[in-house]
């Protein structure tokens, strides 16, 4: 069973610095993507950044320069560092991958979400 473990969330004053993990387990299938998205109250879940398996990134525009994403293969770990947090980056984030199989099926799987608040 795929679980996706977020951790690194927390409260923050603007500003300030926190970086999220997310660590994957559970599967065999080669990842195809990971990314974090965000989702404030009222609000609609929103892309944040994303990295492919080969390594290419993109950001939303209101978190680039600001938010870089990364991943330790070895670890299963895909990170999200965010410097310069506003309070409008007020959200639970949540993790996300995108798995494929040995037949090229793709599946997509969802953290359980981390609070991320920063204060003005």
């Known amino acids: 069973q795929v679980q996706l473990v977020e951790s690194g969330g927390g409260l923050v004053q603007a500003g300030g610095s926190l970086r999220l993990s997310c660590v994957v387990s559970?599967?065999?299938?080669?990842?195809?993507?990971t990314g974090w998205y965000r989702q404030a109250p009222g609000n609609q879940r929103e892309p944040v950044a994303r990295?492919?398996?080969?390594?290419?990134?993109n950001y939303a525009d209101s978190v680039k320069g600001r938010f870089t994403i990364s991943r330790d293969n070895t670890k299963n770990t895909v990170y999200l560092q965010m410097i310069s947090l506003k309070p409008e980056d007020t959200a639970v984030y949540y993790c996300?991958?995108?798995?494929?199989?040995?037949?090229?099926?793709?599946?997509?799987?969802w953290g359980q979400g981390t609070q991320v608040t920063v204060s003005s």
């Open positions: 996300n991958v995108v798995l494929r199989s040995s037949r090229n099926f793709l599946y997509n799987y």
């Open positions: 559970g599967s065999s299938f080669s990842i195809n993507a």
């Open positions: 990295i492919t398996s080969g390594g290419s990134t």
